[in-house]
């Protein structure tokens, strides 16, 4: 099933839904950011684990790999995840705005400045 957006355009409710292949497209590139941003967490969960056990910033991998307490460490990752990846559900609404935007002004073009300009000056004459 297709991701369904409403906005208001003009006061009146309109609809705009992903293609199966756009939100396929969009999960997929969330999915991959998610494996980083883990990665990331992962690495910045044992530099925090390590630095409250120890009381000291380290870098060296050596050190950053003892880790006695694996349910802290997990919760510091997950902690940091779910912090930084609450993003996918914000790239479906931004594709969907992109899309609803991208129709709108395909239906109702905004006009140019200059021919704003001569509508009022037409419409005051």
Not at 97 to 103: M, S
Not at 104 to 125: A, F, G, L, V, Y
Request: some cysteine.
């Amino acid at each position: 099933m297709s991701y369904v957006k409403s906005f208001n355009f003009m006061g009146r409710w309109v609809d705009t839904s992903l293609t199966n292949s756009e939100e396929v497209k969009i999960e997929e590139d969330a999915q991959l950011e998610h494996e980083q941003i883990m990665e990331n967490c992962l690495k910045d969960a044992r530099r925090i684990y390590y630095y409250t056990k120890m009381g000291v910033r380290s870098t060296l991998e050596s050190e950053l790999s003892k880790i006695d307490d694996p349910a802290l460490y997990m919760s510091i990752a997950i902690a940091l995840f779910e912090k930084r990846a609450n993003h996918t559900f914000f790239y479906r609404e931004q594709a969907a705005r992109n899309k609803f935007e991208a129709q709108m002004e395909r239906e109702h073009p905004t006009p140019k400045r200059s021919e704003s300009i001569q509508t009022i000056n037409q419409k005051s004459i």
